[in-house]
């Protein structure tokens, strides 16, 4: 252990271009409830969680789409409870038009028990909703890379 002691993550920041479309997403697909709202000059904030637990902030700073090829965020991976839930997630964003890295459910690697779905946000930043066993028997899109590495 370091002499800062175990450190847990706290929440994730992510710049978008409209809060309102990211809320909508975040919110009304996802399931996260916003917990404040704030401004600061032209640029607006909101933090998002769970049961009141934060999980998520989002700023509205951004220009452009997400950009895989620069520092930065590689993607934002979330735990579902159940193989159930991941679907069900799966369902609400594909009635909303999201785009998909691969169809359904794949494992996180060949003969994995975890899997999930990857997908885009509405600025393309790249996420995934997983569990850590239930995906038995799903096909791993790669099989020398994590499914979660170049989506």
Known sequence: MSAIGTLATHHVGLNVTDLDRSLAFYGDVLGFEV???????????????????LVLTLWQQA????????????HLAFEAESL??????????????????????VAHREGAASGGIFF???DGT???????????????PSETAPTCGFF
Do not use: M, N
């Open 63 to 74: 220009e452009g789409t997400y950009d895989s090829a620069r520092p930065g965020l590689h």
């Open 120 to 122: 885009h946000d509405p």
């Open 35 to 53: 917990l404040g709202e704030g401004a600061e000059k032209d640029s607006r904030y909101a933090f998002l969680g769970q049961d009141g637990r």
């Open 84 to 105: 159930e839930h991941v679907r069900a997630a799966e369902l609400a964003l594909t009635a909303r038009g999201t785009s998909f890295a691969y169809e359904g459910v």
């Open 126 to 140: 790249r996420l995934e909703i997983s569990v850590p066993k239930g995906a038995e028997g799903a096909e791993a």
